[in-house]
């Protein structure tokens, strides 16, 4: 997108023709003639046009409304989601907030409905017009991320995570990277977006005395957020779980006492978010369970904790494929989850070598148990 085809797309003409390919399927089956069918409405301008309209279908469920919002696909695949930056938003509310990195504004629209003064800058200017339009109550320009231009209260900024078609989990490689925006924002709130799959136990001993918040949503581990500065609680780790019904926290300074020991009646996975902050034992705690093994992040217990899924455990044998089969033909066994951690089995792999061809489904659970490979037969609570 550049800044012409932009200019268009604002304009009364470009809406009509934005509302005009809406109404067209523009499926991998339908593009070519669609595409001839745009060009006639909106000449040089028509592939400007069919991103905007595939690229707002794509966001709704990301970002929520967006009938007039102005996207690109590679800013919606990169934008925070709407739960996440509403949550984010929440924890600073009554602050002044300066996103450094504001993109298409997903972030800004969060944080306009709580916070009374918020500003967006992007170093790309077609992102910040882009975000000026679609986020009109927030102010916002072009400015690079490591040169502080407001004295907001808090900073957020979300670098770019992806280099050479690959994800970056390092922070120190990201751009900027993060020490530079520590040393850009010294002294003051900053709440830095990266990679869930970064070391936080390497970035504890670099140096790194802020807080740590793992976020989930719907299942789906989506970011960490490094806090510092007066917003954040030193030393803190923090899994959210973030789901359309609810969702809970769990936090390093909960009591996490808890010992391996026999499987109870349930086998219970946690939150993806709370495996990542390493805080499964914590989790046990809060709800009575404990480990299978002290490496594992499997639990188990006589009960499941409350919108949660476990797996009742009606079977338990040493695992190899020739007893795993036997036992799984013997139950009529054809529909198979396979569930696996510590075991060093590929699913797909395994569920072919069993070839089943039963009637009845089943979720089976892999794991190590001290030096010993385990199958656990199970049945999903939901």
């Not at 869930?196 to 504890?204: A, E, F, M, N, T």
């Not at 797996?311 to 044998?317: C, D, K, Q, T, Y």
């Amino acid at each position: 997108m550049d800044a012409a085809g932009l200019s268009y797309l604002r304009s009364a003409e470009g809406a009509q023709a934005i509302a005009a390919a809406d109404r067209l399927d523009l499926s991998e089956a339908s593009l070519l003639s669609d595409v001839s069918t745009v060009r006639g409405i909106a000449g040089a301008y028509a592939p400007a046009v069919i991103e905007q309209v595939r690229a707002r279908r794509r966001a709704v469920g990301k970002l929520g409304p967006v009938e007039n919002w102005l996207l690109s696909d590679e800013a919606v695949q990169q934008a925070t989601p709407a739960a996440v930056a509403e949550h984010r938003a929440r924890r600073l509310a009554w602050l002044s907030v300066h996103d450094v990195t504001c993109s298409i504004g997903a972030e800004l629209q969060a944080l306009v409905q709580v916070c009374p003064r918020v500003v967006g800058s992007d170093i790309d200017p077609i992102r910040a017009r882009m975000a000026a339009h679609n986020v009109p109550r927030a102010l916002v320009f072009v400015a690079d991320a490591l040169t502080p231009t407001t004295t907001a209260d808090v900073v957020i900024a979300d670098p770019a995570r992806r280099g050479g078609g690959r994800r970056i989990a390092d922070p120190e490689r990201m751009s900027p990277a993060l020490s530079e925006l520590r040393a850009a924002y010294f002294g003051r709130s900053l709440a830095v977006k990266t990679a869930p799959g970064i070391d936080y136990q390497g970035l504890r001993r670099e140096g790194f005395d802020g807080e740590v918040e793992v976020v989930s949503l719907d299942g789906g581990v989506r970011e960490a957020c490094l806090w510092s500065g007066p917003v954040a609680v030193p030393g803190l780790t923090r899994a959210t779980v973030l789901r359309g019904t609810g969702g809970f926290e769990v936090v390093s300074t909960a009591p996490g006492d808890v010992d391996p020991g026999p499987a109870g009646a349930f086998i219970v996975e946690p939150d993806g978010a709370v495996i990542r902050a390493g805080l499964v034992r914590q989790y046990a705690a809060r709800h009575g369970l404990w480990q299978l093994d002290e490496h594992i992040a499997y639990l188990t217990g006589d009960k499941v904790p409350h919108g949660e899924r476990g797996f009742e455990i009606l079977e338990r044998l040493p695992f190899t494929e020739k007893t795993l089969r036997a036992e799984l033909r013997a139950r009529d066994v054809g529909s198979l989850e396979i569930l696996t951690r510590g075991a060093g089995v590929d699913p797909d792999v395994l569920r072919k070598k069993l070839k089943l061809r039963g009637s009845q489904p089943m979720t089976v659970v892999i794991t190590r148990i001290g030096r010993e490979l385990t199958a656990f037969l199970t049945r999903p609570t939901r």
